[in-house]
């Protein structure tokens, strides 16, 4: 497998190379997962904590204890 990793820049459409072009070897074994990881990074985390206070909230409206 050949990978190449570069940034086009979205103003002018300017491909910058980052890392050459190798080869690689793919895994063995695949992951099992089918999904990346969850984000750990101040905002993520902030946005998932909000997302699960208004979950709970919603829940408990529709569950009549609000």
């Given at each position: ?23 690689v ?12 990881p ?27 204890e609000?």
């Open positions: 497998m050949t990978i190449e990793v570069y940034r086009i820049n979205p103003v002018t459409g300017v491909r910058t190379q980052v890392r050459a072009k190798r080869t070897k793919p895994a063995e074994v695949p992951e099992v997962r089918q999904t990346y969850a984000c750990s990074c101040p905002r993520c985390v902030d946005a998932a904590i909000r997302l699960r206070a208004q979950l709970t909230e919603a829940n408990r409206r529709s569950r009549g609000l």
